[in-house]
């Protein structure tokens, strides 16, 4: 409907959107290395394509002021039934969706125990993900003017939060804290700056007194527990990146390919017959991208993701409107919260939330064409 709509089709393809087609063929050298070009060529496609119609979609929606309205109410509505069925799923102790009706190869681990919750998400990590990048939305709804809204985002908000901690997820934990952070710098609002280091820091002094999970969000556990930034875990599979790298720094090993080469590149073989398939990974998309995709398509990223952010901060900071200020700051904020989840997982090869990052990308793009026109 986009496309038949003149008055998104007018405005649909412009100049600016060509970082976007640089990373995309940038992103195409993971098919040239890659030892299987069927699965290599196939990761491509359904990266490109996805890209492609989601990031159009999204800056043909949030370019005019009525659609814009529409998805932000859509965006609190649905995360906030999202974040509710989390918060079942936690007091229950099951979720029925994947008990009766989908399989899911996490159900037991996280309904085992403390339970973590995995929504509709499919695993916490993903639903930490989506809840985090909903917030900046929620809170521009929490800032409205009428008491109706107000109160509906101060809702919305406090069930997010709440099911964010209670996935544990420290990717999207270390994203909110990143997103917050910015969100206060950029609008200058430096005594409430102040007063968030002091709160951050008192949370962070608790949660190291507390039981597992709550000390996974406790400085030693963000860096050392389990599968922390400093741990073990991490430290191999940044090695196994830079030995990828080295063999292949310019195309890279080929998209999908990591777990393909994942025996040969282990470092601590006599361990092999006890490392799971699933993680057989990097677990970081960043190192998927140098992994997989060398420095052209790593470059060709960064490059998209630099000017995206670049235009964004200097119309925030020149802008002397605050309406146009907030409208930007909302998905700019979200794909702030994201790029530092990104880090965490392999955010691009989760269905959700790699369409997730491709809309934000076009909500960011949208309001930067409203903005300049």
Partial sequence: SLVLNKKYRKNLLTFQDWPLWVFLICLLVGVVGAIDKRVALKTYLYMATTLLSLFY??????????????VITAICICSSLVALFGIFEVIFGFNPLYKYFIANQYYNRYTTGWVRPMST??????????????????????????????????????????????????GAYLGLLCMLFSFLLITRKYKKLMLFFLILVILLTIFSFLPYPLNRLSPKGIGMFGTGVFSKYRIARLE??????????????????????FDKYYPLKANLANIRYEVKIPDNMYLTFLAETGIIGTAGFLIFIFFLLKRGLMHLSKSKDEDRKQMLLIPMSALIGLLVNMAAYELFYWANPYMLFCVICGFVQGTLECITT
């Fill in 57 to 70: 979609i999204g800056k043909g929606l949030y370019r005019f002021n009525k659609d814009r309205e529409t």
């Fill in 121 to 170: 998400q499919f695993n916490p990590a993903p639903l930490a993900t989506y809840l985090l990048v909903s917030l900046p939305f929620v809170i521009y709804v929490l800032k409205q003017k009428t008491l109706g809204k107000k109160m509906l985002g101060l809702s919305v908000a406090s069930i997010n939060i709440i099911c964010l901690i209670l996935t544990f997820s420290r």
């Fill in 240 to 261: 196994m990146t830079l030995a990828m790298f080295k063999d292949s720094p310019f195309f890279g090993v080929g998209l999908s390919h990591f777990r393909t080469l």
